[in-house]
């Protein structure tokens, strides 16, 4: 079993993950602090905030061939289409940890998580940002390969990492627990 901080620090990435695939919107209270959530509130002005969805027009439209081309072209290596591949996969890693930052940012100030929770999260998003590197996805096999490729199509970083899986997996079992007790 996972140790209990380990396993909150997870659950609040995964909570943060979810958070980022909802739509989120923002608003300003009396104070004049900022805030964002899944709900916006009935007695102010929100705003929908627009999360970057990455870079969905990455695939570019073949340009049309000539008879003369499609005889001589060859496929292109693989190794290029590997490295657009990881390149895509690494767009979509910033732009999923900046949102997971803002969100644990805002979640913060909202009183939501505590300052050490905050803090194991910058950590742990500052640990995958360190391991995930261009590098390393072309050269990548197997597993890792595998999580690059989810990380190029937009899944995010706990989805393809696994985490998100894991923690569903860790709460349920606890909630089982708990049902089972008088």
């Not at 969805?53 to 061939?65: D, K, N, S």
């Not at 292109?76 to 644990?104: F, G, H, Y």
């Amino acid at each position: 079993m996972m140790p209990a901080r380990q396993m909150l620090a997870m659950l609040v990435l995964c909570s943060l993950s979810a958070q980022a695939l909802s739509q989120v919107y923002t608003w300003v209270d009396e104070t004049g602090r900022k805030h964002f959530g899944s709900q916006p509130p009935a007695a102010q002005q929100a705003e929908a905030v627009t999360i970057k969805p990455g870079y969905a027009g990455e695939t570019r439209a073949p340009a049309p061939e000539t008879p003369a081309q499609g005889a001589a072209a060859e496929p292109a290596p693989a190794k290029a289409s590997r490295r657009e591949m990881c390149q895509s996969a690494m767009r979509w890693t910033v732009t999923d940890l900046k949102n997971l930052r803002e969100i644990a940012e805002a979640r913060k100030s909202a009183g939501r998580i505590t300052a050490a929770e905050y803090a194991q999260a910058q950590k742990n998003l500052a640990g995958v940002e360190q391991r995930i590197s261009l590098q390393d996805c072309v050269t990548s096999s197997g597993e890792d390969q595998q999580r690059y490729e989810c990380l190029s199509k937009g899944a995010g970083v706990l989805v393809c990492s696994g985490l998100m899986a894991a923690a569903m997996e860790e709460a349920e079992g606890q909630a089982r627990q708990r049902a089972r007790k008088p």
